[in-house]
């Protein structure tokens, strides 16, 4: 494996590699190597799996905002991110996620945000923790769009599925990361005619609503949705992840072409890019920003950025 600065020091690639050397956790130092300098897939899963439980889903802080042990939704959610980048998100792993899901979902087929197993455990404040959660957009959107995006087929995807087509046909108002939740599904549910007739009522949406800040230099007039901190914009990247995502159509080449702009500006000096959201426990940002650092830098790259 060549050196995070393999004949390039002061590039951002490199910047970027001295920060996740310097601070991050054994998984996204794997991840890094395996994004950009070539590293081994399989050296990203032996680091992954240190982060999953008996019970087929993933636990021990694996999203920095959720503590403890226990397996939830979102650790899952973001387990399967990373088994989707190094292109192993099917087989018997997706067969013993699919069980887990399948155990902790809601009445109506959908995932809770938090599963109750959570009580007793440190986390974020903006997610609370109860007895008889009710299934979320937000944290199934994303599961269901991934594992249809690899060809899974389980019996639970099938409600969850219909869940996802119910809760995004019902929206009316929403906010930055529902929607964004709602993209990771369109992107890869089967009914494309459907999903391009969704995506383009909640483009109509996010722009009424004014969810995507489309001048950075202007940030500051839009609105920030209630609940989020002070200055957590999302812009036209944080959306269309990729250039063939359903929501790329939602901005103009000069809109998309602007924060793709900002996106590379905001790397740091210390080489990450910043977490905009409240850090509410000591690690936390620290853990999360490397993650955010290496998502940064894929989005730059899939859209042709000289990294």
């Known amino acids: 494996m060549a050196p995070y600065c393999a004949g390039m020091p002061g590039t951002p690639l490199a910047r970027a590699g001295h920060f996740v050397w310097l601070t ?4 996204e130092q794997r ?9 081994p897939d399989e050296a990203v899963e032996a680091a992954l799996n240190a982060y999953r439980n008996d019970d087929g889903g993933f636990g021990h802080a694996l999203e920095p905002d959720l503590r403890g042990p226990v397996s939830q939704p979102l650790h899952t959610a973001h387990a399967l991110r990373v088994l989707d980048g190094i292109g192993r998100c099917g087989g018997q792993r997706a067969e013993r996620v699919c069980r ?4 902790v979902s809601t009445a109506e087929g959908a995932l809770p945000a938090v599963h109750p197993s959570l009580h007793g455990y440190p986390s974020a404040p903006w ?8 299934g979320d957009l937000l944290a199934t959107g994303p599961v269901v769009g991934m594992l249809h995006r690899n060809g899974v087929w389980h ?26 939740a709602a993209v990771a599904f369109l992107d890869s549910v089967p009914d494309r005619a459907r999903a391009r007739a969704a995506a383009h009522r909640l483009g109509q949406l996010v722009r009424e609503q004014r969810l995507a800040v489309l001048d950075p230099d202007r940030a500051d007039e ?12 999302h812009f036209a990247y944080d959306f269309a992840r990729t250039p063939d995502s359903l929501a790329r159509q939602w901005f103009t080449d000069a809109e998309l072409e602007r924060s793709l ?8 000096e210390d080489g990450g890019w910043p977490m905009r959201w409240r ?21 730059l790259r899939v859209y042709g950025r000289d990294i």
């Not at 991050?24 to 998984?27: D, E």
């Not at 019996?155 to 964004?180: N, S, V």
């Not at 839009?222 to 914009?233: D, K, L, N």
Request: charged share 25%; net charge negative.
């Open 24 to 27: 991050a956790r054994v998984l």
């Open 31 to 39: 991840r890094f190597a395996y994004s950009f300098l070539d590293g």
């Open 100 to 103: 887990y899901l399948t155990e």
């Open 127 to 134: 997610i609370p923790v109860v007895d008889e959660p009710k």
């Open 155 to 180: 019996a639970w995807l099938f409600r969850a599925t219909d869940f996802c087509w119910a809760a995004i046909d019902a929206l009316d108002t929403t906010h930055p990361y529902e929607a964004e």
């Open 222 to 233: 839009y609105p920030v949705s209630p609940g989020y901190a002070p200055g957590e914009y």
């Open 261 to 268: 702009d900002f996106l590379a500006a905001e790397q740091g």
């Open 279 to 299: 850090a509410w426990a000591p690690g936390t940002r620290l853990e999360w920003r490397p993650i955010i650092t290496i998502e940064a830098l894929r989005t």
